[in-house]
């Protein structure tokens, strides 16, 4: 049974491209997280999304970034123009229903030049 | 708002003692508390999930406990070893997930 799955594990974009950040969620489970970590802090919660809807936004920025998770497929954390400070850890969790266990996937390190 | 607090936010103890790292939460509301561990440039490894019904559980040298009345739950690790370095989080899951501020841990051999 696969766990999380992130891909890529390693991005480096430059300041104003686009960064694509995919997350497939373990087996059975419908309902994906998407989290920031930037260096030497913790996790700050971006955004929870089911299958075709996004539950809660409240930790996404306003600006260039969106998220997605479709019927079929990953879903996908889109940041638009990216800056230096979108350089970060990013990792996302999934659960089989609403917050209950998570598992993590092992992360996506974006670097922005 | 649910606040969780992880205390001490740094530990360094030899290989082989044993330990307890704590996490208080504010708002007993929680459907479940789990442990994680990460270690450097790492994701988040679970090490123990207690349901609110339940008062503890153990894995290996692992054992987590769950108070929800005094909001409180402990990860006890016995006979401490080097790979267990890392940085060990608290997280509560009520209508979202309540992470704790961390506790970084550091077994010297």
């Known amino acids: 049974n696969a766990g999380v799955m992130q891909n890529p594990r390693h991005l480096v974009r430059r300041r104003g491209q686009e960064a694509r950040l995919r997350c497939s969620p373990m087996?059975?489970?419908?309902?994906v997280y998407w989290y920031r970590q930037l260096p030497e802090e913790g996790l700050k919660f971006m955004v929870y999304?089911?299958?075709?809807?996004?539950?809660?936004e409240s930790g996404m920025p306003k600006e260039r970034f969106s998220a997605e998770f479709p019927k079929e497929g990953p879903s996908i954390l889109r940041i638009q123009q990216v800056v230096r400070g979108d350089s970060a850890a990013y990792f996302c969790?999934?659960?089989?229903?609403?917050?209950?266990?998570?598992?993590f996937g092992p992360g996506t390190r974006l670097t922005v030049t | 708002k649910q606040e969780v607090t992880q205390i001490p936010a740094a530990l360094s103890v030899p290989e082989g003692e044993n330990l307890v790292l704590n996490c208080s939460f504010t708002?007993?509301?929680?459907?479940?508390l789990q442990w994680f561990r990460q270690d450097p440039g790492k994701g988040l490894t679970s090490l123990l999930l207690?349901?609110?019904?339940?008062r503890e559980q153990t894995s290996g040298r692992l054992n987590a406990s769950l108070d929800k009345s005094s909001g409180r739950s402990t990860l006890y690790i016995a006979a401490s070893q080097p790979g267990d370095s890392a940085t060990y989080l608290c997280?509560?899951?009520?209508?979202?997930?309540?992470f704790g501020t961390g506790t970084s841990l550091t077994v010297i051999p």
């Open positions: 969790a999934s659960t089989r229903t609403g917050p209950y266990e998570q598992y």
């Open positions: 087996k059975g489970h419908s309902h």
């Open positions: 999304l089911q299958k075709e809807n996004i539950i809660d």
């Open positions: 708002d007993s509301a929680i459907y479940n």
């Open positions: 207690i349901q609110s019904s339940q």
């Open positions: 997280v509560g899951a009520g209508n979202q997930f309540y």
